[in-house]
């Protein structure tokens, strides 16, 4: 038979099936339950619930989710099978875990016997993949049209953990300077893209950091003329805000902020206040804010920085 339908074998000849968190079932908030599997229908829509597409060779690493432990008419142990994920099923009539012909059917059999941890962890994975997913497309799309040939590269660190190499950061600046030789063009280019994607001051993917490097070697001078431009707009404050308020953001941070004229530093104030990240508002506040202004508050010293 299909090694891929060796634990359906099993199953059909299972009369009683006893489900369990893996894990301490204070993470799922879900208890044990005892399904009776004598009746033909329960028994079928389990077996098709659990029906099996491949075996890739992969081993999850994690404890998984549910157990799965059946028995038959006569009270013996059929086997013990582990639901990872919501996708994979390990039982140990396989070498590796086995990916699920459709992850969903299990988790919605799940639900209608009382465990719904599992589903609505896997609706909630979804919607932060589709964030996710938003947001990269949201960074791509501000990303200049000059780098595309690199975007794949750049992306997948955040796939690795890597940081952007030495080479990877000389290429991008080579195609930016041809793509735009006028240096206020090239600066304004990076300020939009730096605020896309997250906006996030930390916990953002690795590939965001990418336009703050590249501004960093752009002289504060340059920085503030772009801004000035009559081009700038708030996406424009927005990669500003994140790039000057950034946790080492500039080589010499401090000296750079005080000296943006105090106009545009109200203006980045206002923009950073609008912000949905609680950090970038209160370091916006403790970076941009002069510091004679600071102790004109009858609040006290200045929170000390957030890191």
Excluded at 170 to 181: G, H, I, K
Aim: charged share 25%; aromatic share 4%; glycine share 8%.
């Amino acid at each position: 038979m299909p090694e891929t339908s060796a634990l359906d074998a099993v199953v059909k000849h299972a009369r009683r099936v006893r489900v369990t968190p893996a894990i301490a079932p204070a993470d799922l908030s879900d208890g044990e339950i005892v399904v009776n599997l004598s009746d033909r229908t329960e028994l079928d829509h389990l077996r098709a619930a659990m029906a099996v597409e491949s075996l890739p060779g992969c081993v999850c690493m994690c404890l998984g989710d549910v157990r799965f432990e059946f028995w038959d008419a006569d009270a013996r142990e059929l086997g013990t099978v582990v639901l990872h994920h919501g996708a994979t099923l390990r039982w140990y009539g396989w070498e590796s875990d086995a990916v699920l012909a459709d992850g969903r059917l299990l988790l919605l059999w799940l639900d209608d016997h009382g465990i719904s941890g599992p589903v609505r962890q896997s609706e909630e994975e979804e919607r932060r993949r589709a964030v996710e997913q938003s947001e990269q497309t949201h960074w791509l799309a501000a990303m200049p049209t000059a780098l595309d040939a690199l975007s794949a590269e750049m992306l997948s660190l955040s796939q690795t953990g890597e940081s952007a190499s030495s080479g990877l950061l000389t290429e991008l600046r080579n195609r930016l300077e041809r793509a735009f030789p006028d240096p206020t063009s090239r600066t304004l280019a990076l300020l939009a893209w730096c605020g896309a994607g997250t906006g996030r001051y930390s916990g953002y993917p690795v590939h965001e950091q990418i336009p703050g490097l590249l501004l960093k070697d752009v002289p504060i001078a340059e920085i503030v003329v772009s801004l000035l431009d009559a081009r700038a707009d708030s996406r424009h404050d927005a990669g500003a805000v994140r790039h000057l308020v950034s946790w080492k953001g500039r080589r010499k941070q401090k000296r750079d902020i005080a000296a943006l004229p105090e106009s545009l530093r109200a203006r980045l104030i206002r923009h950073a206040q609008s912000s949905g990240d609680r950090t970038t508002r209160a370091r916006s506040e403790r970076w941009l804010t002069p510091a004679r202004a600071r102790g004109s508050h009858s609040s006290g010293a200045p929170p000390g920085q957030t890191t």
